[in-house]
Nanobody, 119 residues
Framework: DVQLVESGGGSVQAGGSLRLSCVASSSTASYCMAWFRQAPGKEREGVASIGWTLKPWYADYDLGRFTISQDAAEKTTFLQMNSLRPEDTAMYYC???????????????WGQGTQVTVS
């Protein structure tokens, strides 16, 4: 099993930026790493994912504002978020799974989440 710890969330004004980090307890080389988010009263939805091919997957609403990346040596996955909007407000979760994409059910390991609030 792999444990995931997110950080980097916070409160920003619309148009601002945040960089989320997800540190894994062990190598993520055999996993697809992803970011999901969940707003109050809404279902959890995929934001971005990246696997061993380093091919990223993005949700349609990212519109080029979000970038997922990895530092394999540091076992860390990042989500750079620019031009943030109030509708981006949510709890953001890091996840690890064996199938890349943005489907919640494909990811077996989850962090506790980090809150992002855009006003």
């Amino acid at each position: 099993d792999v444990q995931l710890v997110e950080s980097g969330g916070g409160s920003v004004q619309a148009g601002g930026s945040l960089r989320l980090s997800c540190v894994a307890s062990s190598s993520t080389a055999s996993y697809c790493m992803a970011w999901f988010r969940q707003a109050p009263g809404k279902e959890r939805e995929g934001v971005a994912s990246i696997g061993w091919t380093l091919k990223p997957w993005y949700a349609d609403y990212d519109l080029g504002r979000f970038t997922i990346s990895q530092d394999a040596a540091e076992k860390t996955t990042f989500l750079q978020m620019n031009s943030l909007r109030p509708e981006d407000t949510a709890m953001y979760y890091c996840a690890a799974g064996v199938r890349c994409g943005l489907v919640v059910a494909d990811f077996a390991y989850w962090g506790q989440g980090t809150q992002v609030t855009v006003s």
